[in-house]
Structure formats: structure tokens, C-alpha cells
């Protein structure tokens, strides 16, 4: 007999399926560590061909694991735990955990959640790895805001070891403990935040970092290489500013900027993305950003 959730809590050993959607430069990492830790995993996305990029993405992500010795099974095995979805049906309606990896934008983020909410069981909980967007305000477009939460992980999802968990008004304690503990599960450090900070409390930082960088180039008085070369020689950064911008997305940035500025926080680096958004010079997946690449 299928347990009756409803008349209890959900355990972290009740989660067995998870559903990433999005299978972006963030959705595929995620359903990669999933799996990696024995998850069964559902990945949507909107076409088959995502779908086979994202697969090929953690085929050459697990090589390099398993190059270093950091794989605890073969990588066949841990591939076959993910499952390939386009769009989103009833077959994903056994998933306990779904986590939201699709574009910056509220109105397709609220649109997602109320689709989960018609087709998954009422003990799943719904997390979204928004970078800057109000949990309350996705939640809203679900009848259960208190199993909804955020869970902002770090590009790349394998190897950074931070993820941000951030309550809405109405998560509940058990829902955020919850996700605090499949963070660590999956081997990662959690730090749970427990108001609805719009950018958690990364993306504040760091988009202040960018901003200061942003009026550097402006008002001319310093290029990107010089900005980036200080970041990594002098203020200890893994990367350059810029080099961090076109590893995340410039269109991830222009979006966190645009809907931070909702929040009354203006970015100096609107136009400057906006400019490269509009001629499709995304960073490294397009390859060309503020740099090239091959
Ligand atoms: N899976 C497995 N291995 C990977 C990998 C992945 N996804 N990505 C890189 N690697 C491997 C590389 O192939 C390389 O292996 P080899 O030495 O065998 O070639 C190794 O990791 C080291 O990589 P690199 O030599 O390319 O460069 P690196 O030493 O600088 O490490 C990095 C790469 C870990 C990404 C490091 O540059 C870094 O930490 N960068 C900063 C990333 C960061 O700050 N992310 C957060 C961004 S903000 C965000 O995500 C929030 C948001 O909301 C926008
Ligand atoms: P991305 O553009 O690389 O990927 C987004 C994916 O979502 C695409 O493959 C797209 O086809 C898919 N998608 C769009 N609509 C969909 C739908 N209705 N159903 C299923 N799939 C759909 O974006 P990303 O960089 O992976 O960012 C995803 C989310 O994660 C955003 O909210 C972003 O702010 C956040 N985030 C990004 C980073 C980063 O470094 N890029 C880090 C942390 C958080």
C-alpha cells in the first residue's frame, strides 16, 4: 500500500523521486547530483533536444568525476536514474521533491509551480532555485505555500559546496528543515535563511561586487581584464567578475537585475547586458560574452 502522507510529515528518507525542471546550465548539474546520491530523477524540459545536450553535459561532468576518483558507481548506472521528460504530465505524478530550474522570470516560474501543484501528490514539496525572485510570490500560485521553499544552488551544482535555503512567508519549519537535510545529503553545506530575502543573501553581495565593477567600465576608468585579473590575483576569486558573469549567463544576470530592481535595487550592468542579450552574446554557452570561447 502507498503511505498516506497527508496524515503525516514527510521524512527525508520518504523522498525517492525527484523532479528537476529545467535542464539548463543549472538543471542538468542539479539532476546530476541527485542522481550521483541514488535519486531517482525526473528532468523536463521544453524539447527532446535539451533534453540530449543536458545528458551529454553530465556524461562529460561524471567523466571528469570519475577521472579524479570521485565517483562511487559506474557512470552507466548513475545515468540510468535519470529519466528525460519534454514538457510536464502525469508521469512525474509519483515525484516527492521537485526543484525549478527554468528562466529568471516570474510569470513562467508561477506558471510551472501551479502546473506541479495540479500534478503532484500533496506531500511533495516544490523548491525553486531562483536567483533573485520572492518564494512568497511563487508560492502564491500553489494551495500549498508552506511545502514551497527555495533552494539556490551554485553553478556548478556538483562542485560548488554552498546552497542558500530560503523560507516564503507561509514555508513551513518542517518543509525548510527538510530541504536543509537533503542539502546535506547530497553532500553539500546548507545555510538556511529564514526571511524572504529577493537574491538570498549571495547574490546581494555579489551583486554589489558586479555593480562596482559595472561603473569601473562606464565611467572608463578601468577595462574587464584589469577588473578580472584583480579579482583572481589580489582579491582571491576562483574567477573574474566577468569571467563569472559569462559563466553564469548574461541573461541570468540581466535577469536577476531586472527583477532585483522590482525590490528597489538598481544595477549600473542593465544596459551593458541588455546590449549583449540583444546580439545573443550570452557568456560561455552561446560562446561569446565579454570574453570568447571555443
Ligand atoms: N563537473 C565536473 N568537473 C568540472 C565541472 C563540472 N561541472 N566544471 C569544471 N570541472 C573540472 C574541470 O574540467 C577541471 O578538471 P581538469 O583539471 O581535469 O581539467 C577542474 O574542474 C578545474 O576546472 P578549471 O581548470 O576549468 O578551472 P578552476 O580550477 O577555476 O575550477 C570552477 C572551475 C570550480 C568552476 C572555479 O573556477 C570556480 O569555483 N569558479 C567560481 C564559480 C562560482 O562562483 N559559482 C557561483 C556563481 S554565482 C551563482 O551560481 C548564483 C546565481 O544565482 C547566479
Ligand atoms: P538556462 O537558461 O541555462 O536554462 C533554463 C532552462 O529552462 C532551458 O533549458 C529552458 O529550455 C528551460 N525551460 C524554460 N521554460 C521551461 C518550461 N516551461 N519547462 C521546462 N523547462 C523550461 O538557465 P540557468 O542558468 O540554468 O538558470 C535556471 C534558474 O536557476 C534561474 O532561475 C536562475 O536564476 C537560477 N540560477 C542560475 C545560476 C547560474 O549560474 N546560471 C545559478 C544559480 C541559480
Request: with cysteine; glycine share 6%; net charge neutral.
Amino acid at each position: 500500500l502507498a503511505p498516506v502522507y497527508s496524515l503525516y510529515l514527510m521524512r527525508l528518507e520518504d523522498i525517492k523521486k525527484v523532479l528537476v525542471i529545467g535542464a539548463g546550465t543549472m538543471g542538468h548539474g542539479i539532476a546530476e547530483l541527485f542522481s550521483m546520491s541514488g535519486y531517482q530523477v525526473y528532468l523536463s524540459d521544453i524539447s527532446q533536444d535539451i533534453l540530449d545536450n543536458a545528458l551529454n553535459k553530465i556524461r562529460w561532468s561524471l567523466e571528469k568525476l570519475q577521472e579524479k576518483g570521485q565517483l562511487k558507481e559506474d557512470i552507466n548506472t548513475i545515468l540510468s536514474r535519470i529519466k528525460t521528460i519534454v514538457g510536464l504530465n502525469t508521469i512525474v505524478s509519483d515525484a516527492d521533491f521537485a526543484i525549478e530550474a527554468i528562466v529568471e522570470r516570474i510569470d513562467l516560474k508561477r506558471q510551472i509551480f501551479s502546473k506541479l501543484d495540479e500534478l503532484l501528490p500533496p506531500h511533495a514539496i516544490l523548491a525553486t532555485n531562483t536567483s533573485s525572485l520572492s518564494i512568497t510570490k511563487i508560492a502564491e500560485a500553489t494551495k500549498r505555500a508552506d511545502k514551497v521553499v527555495g533552494m539556490h544552488f551554485f553553478n556548478p551544482p556538483v562542485l560548488m559546496q554552498l546552497v542558500e535555503v530560503m523560507k516564503g512567508e507561509k514555508t513551513s519549519d518542517e518543509t525548510a528543515k527538510l530541504t536543509y537535510d537533503l542539502a546535506k545529503k547530497l553532500g553539500k553545506t546548507p545555510i538556511m535563511i529564514n526571511k524572504d530575502i529577493p537574491g538570498y543573501v549571495v547574490n546581494r553581495i555579489l551583486g554589489e561586487i558586479i555593480s562596482a565593477s559595472c561603473i569601473l567600465i562606464q565611467r572608463n576608468l578601468a577595462d574587464y581584464l584589469t577588473i578580472d585579473s584583480i579579482a583572481r590575483y589580489k582579491l582571491g576569486f576562483p574567477m573574474g567578475v566577468f569571467e563569472l558573469i559569462d559563466y553564469t549567463g548574461i541573461d541570468v544576470n540581466y535577469h536577476v537585475s531586472k527583477s532585483l530592481e522590482e525590490y528597489g535595487i538598481k544595477s549600473p550592468c542593465v544596459t551593458l547586458f541588455e546590449e549583449k542579450v540583444k546580439k545573443n552574446e550570452l557568456g560561455v554557452k552561446t560562446g561569446k560574452g565579454f570574453y570568447t570561447y571555443p
